[in-house]
């Protein structure tokens, strides 16, 4: 069963501006790197999925998955054990480590996650094109969150 998910923003940065009832974010000025999540959980044995729409990139804007153990909102997602994420420079990240996913994308891209927690596994489309799975997200935890890390001037 797919189930869609409401994009409704909660957990984020200090300097982001979120608007629109929870559903657009921005940052205001270059203040770094800034994440947010959305309000619901991703857990169960369910295939989720859901769109991001980048109106405005910035230096790398990235969307995917994270945990909240030991997640900082004020460091980008990628960087972090408990974040999963695809750049707008065509690659994917966690704990640091980037692997080559897919051609980069910009300004008006719209991204879909698609989450399988049955497999533990998550792919991309872009643009409407869907690439594989992530070959080394093959074991993801089992309660996981949606997430975007931005940095000025981006608006998702």
Known sequence: MVQSIVKILH???SKLII?????????????????VRA???LEGRDIFEWDVIIEKTCTY??????ATENFNYEIFAGDQPTGWVLG?????ANSSKGIDYCPS?????????????N????AFTVNGKKYPEVSAWNNLPSKLYPVVSLRYPGCF
């Open 11 to 13: 957990a984020f940065g």
């Open 119 to 122: 497999k533990r596994t998550c």
């Open 39 to 41: 309000k619901i959980a």
């Open 105 to 117: 994308f910009g300004d008006g891209a719209r991204i879909t996650v698609h989450l399988d927690m």
């Open 88 to 92: 707008s420079n065509g690659s994917c």
């Open 61 to 66: 804007a990235w969307v995917g998955i994270c």
């Open 19 to 35: 608007e629109n009832n929870g559903k657009i974010v921005q940052v205001p000025n270059d203040s770094g790197r800034q994440n």
